[in-house]
């Protein structure tokens, strides 16, 4: 179990840019989420799979934003024409598919948009 | 939808003593319960839940948490902090159907020597 990996840990991209983030989860969790913090806040849903399957999606997530997770294992959120209110760390975080007992997350990646 | 309120947004302590972080949180169902920490640029590391049964849980580092449903409150506690208790800590919370946690605003806690 070597836990939720992240990468990259850093982003620096110009406004208008597309970014892309990668999200490994503990291998055997079905389930698989990604958070949004701005500095000062605590994180905020932004989506959530089950295996393969997209089952939520945040109103605060724009059309700018994808996520997908083929296959059920890694998982990927891409932002189109990013914006500078697009700065923020992206968290992903993975759980077992019964019951809800806790996540665990990933280190982040942190986004800066100039 | 659930909601968490931390009524403290910053809590200087001095080292050896303890500490509390106030967490009220609102449901109209019943909820799960949980406590994050963070460290500078770290992920959130779970320190405690509070899933049903005893009300007074205890988590990893010495911390220890109180579920009083009458209060809708789960305050943080730890009798002694050290210096590398310095980092910031959320409060959080689902329904127990759902698997969305919301999280509230962060108590950041800095230890003196």
């Known amino acids: 179990d070597t836990g939720v990996s992240q990468d990259p840990r850093h982003k620096i991209t110009k406004r208008g840019q597309n970014v892309t983030f990668r999200c490994d989860p503990i291998?055997?969790?079905?389930?698989l989420y990604w958070y949004r913090q701005t500095l000062g806040q605590g994180p905020e849903f932004l989506t959530y799979?089950?295996?393969?399957?997209?089952?939520?999606k945040s109103r605060l997530l724009s059309d700018r934003f994808s996520a997908e997770r083929p296959k059920g294992s890694f998982s990927t959120l891409e932002i189109q024409r990013t914006e500078q209110g697009d700065s923020a760390m992206y968290l992903c975080?993975?759980?077992?598919?019964?019951?809800?007992?806790?996540?665990?997350f990933g280190s982040g990646t942190r986004l800066t948009v100039v | 939808a659930q909601s968490v309120t931390q009524l403290d947004s910053q809590v200087p302590v001095f080292e050896e003593a303890p500490v509390e972080l106030r967490c009220n949180y609102s449901?109209?169902?019943?909820?799960?319960l949980f406590w994050y920490v963070q460290y500078p640029n770290q992920g959130l590391q779970l320190l405690l839940k509070y899933l049903s049964g005893s009300t007074l849980v205890k988590g990893i580092n010495g911390f220890e948490a109180e579920f009083n449903k009458s209060q809708t409150s789960f305050h943080l506690r730890k009798p002694s902090v050290h210096i590398s208790d310095t980092a910031e800590y959320f409060c959080a919370v689902s329904g127990i159907n759902d698997y969305k946690l919301s999280f509230g605003a962060g108590t950041t806690v800095t230890v003196r020597a």
């Open positions: 291998s055997e969790h079905n389930r």
């Open positions: 975080a993975s759980s077992k598919a019964q019951g809800n007992y806790g996540y665990t």
């Open positions: 799979f089950q295996n393969e399957a997209q089952l939520e």
């Open positions: 449901s109209s169902v019943s909820v799960y």
